[in-house]
């Protein structure tokens, strides 16, 4: 079948194994807690993906990662949103390394090779804050960092070799503050994952409250930007936006792209149903990867968020038209005499809830379409 075709070449050439590994598994097994999804994303070397191949990573361009992240979803909704916040978190040391002072490459090489997965505690568009905002407090000792805070939800709570996280600490030079990223242990002391997520929509994300209590976190460990606040940070607070906003818009498309599948594979639905679905999804993926071809030269700049957002908007309408007319065109049957339809249906709804919610976005873009400063809150 052609549908999903370009998406499953691009996860078998970049991730091979991984999508026939998905497939082996029922849905609802990849869903649970404890889902064995992880692991198979793990093997494929799925950690590296977005690690430069000078770094023994898999050096995937922006398009192909969106790509992958829609294959992913049509297999498992939970993986591909768990693995959009590691990759959201890599992508965030990817851009620090382009200004940094050298320890990230380090750090990238590490995770690439040992399959390590980041869970993020960055504040993911927080109200009143941007998505690197930091949400820990910092308190800086002769042996490290000192972290405490809570993160909730935060996937991969289980499965994380590391927590990222955003923080406020005094530049080295004496001359203010500067954003850092920690990359925190999940071993490590005063660390707590305790429960949160009380859904089955989405189980398999591991989505539960990480807390930090004095974390004590290495020197080594701590990236600093090395830049004052200002427009810098702004720019990598952008690109991280960028990111998380691609990733997860094909991620959710992912899932719906599941149902519509299920629909191709029954010549009884009228043709014209059937290429109706595709082309409303197809276009909504088209949105994304135009805005992924830009991503190397301009995403740190707001005018490609903005377009990204309008991306990912125009994806979840395509969500909301597509998703209910597979799942009549399926018919009760497939319904009632096993769970995935009634899954699926309900798991796609998950990308209205990340941020921002378009009701929360919708004054700071039209401000931003009248020539004004585009400001996220």
Known sequence: ????????????????????????????DLERPGTPGIQEFRTAGGPGLLVPTRHKGVGATAVEAVRVQRAIGARS??????????????ASLVVLSETG?????????????????LASG????????????PTMTAEVEPAG??????????????????LTASVRVPRLDGGGEQLA?????????????????????????????????????????????????GKALDELQTAGFVWFEL????????????????????????AADRVALVATLEAAMGGLENVARQVPEHQAEEELLAECLFARYAAQDAIARTVPRAVELLGGMAFVVGDDVGYLAAAVHGLGF??????????DLANYLEDGPLVIH
């Open 1 to 28: 079948m052609r549908f999903l075709a370009r998406e499953r070449s691009t996860i078998d050439n970049l991730l091979p194994g991984l999508d026939q590994a998905l497939a082996g598994h029922p849905l609802l």
């Open 77 to 90: 909704p939970s993986l591909a949103v768990a693995t959009t916040m590691h990759h959201f978190s890599m």
């Open 101 to 117: 002072d050298g320890l990230e490459w380090m750090l990238m090489e590490g995770i690439a090779t040992t399959g390590q997965l």
């Open 122 to 133: 960055f504040a993911e568009g927080r109200s009143g804050a941007g998505i690197l905002q």
């Open 145 to 162: 960092v000192r972290i405490s805070g809570v993160k909730r939800p935060c996937s991969l709570a289980h499965s994380m070799d590391l």
């Open 181 to 229: 990223v920690a990359l925190i242990p999940a071993d490590s002391k005063g660390l707590h994952v305790s429960p949160f997520w009380g859904s089955f929509v989405l189980a398999g994300a591991e989505s539960d409250q990480i807390t930090l209590d004095g974390v004590l976190v290495p020197e080594d460990l701590v990236v600093r930007t090395e830049t004052p606040v």
């Open 247 to 270: 990733l997860m818009g094909a991620s959710y498309l992912g899932a719906a792209s599941a149902l519509v599948e299920r629909v191709l594979r029954r010549p009884a639905v009228p």
């Open 354 to 363: 990340h941020p921002p919610s378009r009701p929360r976005a919708a004054e």
